[in-house]
């Protein structure tokens, strides 16, 4: 029973670099979410999908693009990585949108430098 | 929007102590509210819910939390709290009917000292 699925735990990588986070879930859910974490800041909602095929801007979309694969896979995108993206990403999925609880996947932590 | 507000940034406390930690969102309508706790190094749990009904929710560990409309609270309390307490515990809030995604407080940070 994996839950949330997130790859990579870790990565860094140079300012300008692109790169993909990988999320998918197992449990039927139609919304997924990302979010990062920065100290003293809590969750911020970066993008998220409602249902399969649709994706909207959360409180902090810009430098990120995403892709709902299918209804398994979320997936987040920096294309010209910046510092101040440097942060704890987290994927998370629900059965709605509106007020089922989330499941979180383990996080990634990225360093821009 | 609506905002979650939590006023205690980091709260030590001893082996038995007894727990509370603080909770107020914004928006005066209906509201769905969640707590989730974050252990050292793990992703977020769901801790405790409440959509309607009994404003008094148990959650697991013996976490339970009060919703007190009238104050736009949701406190987290647990009356004897362990070592394996310690973690970050996230209030988080989502209006019912409207199109505001889970908006989370800024999380307290709970260290337990044996």
């Known amino acids: 029973n994996a839950g949330v699925t997130q790859t990579p735990k870790f990565q860094v990588l140079k300012t300008g670099q692109s790169m993909t986070l990988q999320c998918a879930q197992d449990?039927?859910?139609?919304?997924m979410y990302w979010y990062r974490q920065d100290p003293g800041m809590g969750l911020r909602l970066i993008y998220y999908?409602?249902?399969?095929?649709?994706?909207d801007k959360g409180e902090v979309p810009n430098g990120y693009n995403v892709s709902r694969l299918n209804k398994r896979e979320f997936s987040l995108r920096l294309e010209s990585a910046a510092p101040s993206q440097t942060s704890v990403y987290f994927c998370?999925?629900?059965?709605?949108?509106?007020?089922?609880?989330?499941?979180f996947g383990n996080g990634t932590r990225l360093t821009v430098t | 929007a609506q905002s979650v507000s939590q006023h205690n940034h980091h709260v030590i406390l001893s082996e038995a102590a007894s727990l509370e930690l603080g909770c107020n969102y914004s928006?005066?309508?209906?509201?769905?509210l969640f707590w989730y706790v974050q252990y050292p190094g793990q992703h977020l749990q769901l801790l405790l819910k409440y959509f309607s009904g009994d404003p008094l929710v148990k959650g697991i560990k013996g976490f339970e939390a009060e919703f007190i409309k009238s104050k736009f609270s949701f406190n987290l309390r647990k009356p004897s709290v362990q070592w394996s307490d310690t973690a970050e515990y996230f209030c988080a809030v989502t209006r019912e009917g409207g199109n505001e995604k889970l908006t989370f407080g800024t999380g307290t940070r709970l260290t337990i000292i044996p």
């Open positions: 449990m039927n859910h139609n919304s």
């Open positions: 998370a999925s629900s059965e709605s949108p509106r007020n089922s609880p989330l499941h």
């Open positions: 999908s409602a249902s399969e095929g649709t994706t």
């Open positions: 928006y005066g309508g209906t509201v769905n």
